[in-house]
């Protein structure tokens, strides 16, 4: 079936970096544009970034802009968030989500079951 | 920056009612680009409904959407006890895409 799946959450020190992945299947991977959401603890969803089909166009969340690089592997069918410079406001729960349709920015359908992602000296 | 308000914070109800659920841009949605979510504790987001008024696939038709412009709506019909949980809506017609706050509905 349908399926995104993240890893590489943890615990990190603040100015430290780490890498999310999100592993998809069941669906033609190149096709779709893929975005990152995050949500803090008790918080609300936030959007972080967002990469098109096939890599050429990324945007980002003025929060995380020159800090996080999104990209991806379509011969591995894999997502990944690039973090530098973590601060502890960048704690959450981050998740991949696929878009519904042919463009990158549209609603999304699928999302991963989310990983969790804790900045703490 | 689209800022997105929903309203009320919280929605407290009983199984059969009826739940109407509001959510405001700052400036007008283009092309109706407006999805709502259900989020369950400890659970991911789930799309209900996209394009302001289109079920997702699977979703019941107790769950309707409407609303243009600037002003939306989500609609859930009978409430079942599988509803309760906080509610999203997100605009994707601009960059950044933007979430409103939620809205929680809980059991009366």
């Known amino acids: 079936q349908v399926q995104l799946v993240e890893s590489g959450g943890g615990v990190v020190q603040p100015g430290r970096s780490l890498r999310l992945s999100c592993a998809a299947s069941g669906f033609t991977f190149s096709s779709y544009g893929m975005h990152w959401v995050r949500q803090a603890p008790g918080k609300g969803l936030e959007w972080v970034a967002v990469i098109s089909y096939d890599g050429s166009n990324k945007y980002y969340a003025d929060s995380v802009k020159g800090r996080f690089t999104i990209s991806r592997d379509n011969s591995k069918n894999t997502l990944y968030l690039q973090m530098n410079s973590l601060r502890a406001e960048d704690t959450a729960v981050y998740y991949c989500?696929?878009?519904?349709?042919?463009?990158?920015?549209?609603?999304?359908?699928?999302w991963g079951q989310g990983t969790m992602v804790t900045v703490s000296s | 920056e689209i800022v997105l308000t929903q309203s009320p914070g919280t929605l407290s109800l009983s199984p059969g009612e009826r739940a109407t659920l509001s959510c405001r841009a700052s400036?007008?949605?283009?092309?109706?680009?407006l999805a709502w979510y259900q989020q369950k504790p400890g659970q991911a987001p789930r799309l209900l409904i996209y394009?302001?008024?289109s079920r997702a696939t699977g979703i019941p038709d107790r769950f309707s959407g409407s609303g243009s412009g600037t002003d939306f709506t989500l609609t859930i019909s009978r409430l079942e006890p599988e509803d309760f949980a906080v509610y999203y809506c997100?605009?994707?017609?601009?960059?950044?895409?933007?979430f409103g706050p939620g809205t929680k509905v809980d059991i009366k």
């Open positions: 400036q007008s949605v283009s092309s109706s680009y």
């Open positions: 989500a696929k878009v519904r349709g042919m463009v990158t920015n549209d609603a999304f359908d699928i």
């Open positions: 997100q605009q994707y017609g601009s960059s950044p895409l933007t």
């Open positions: 394009g302001a008024s």
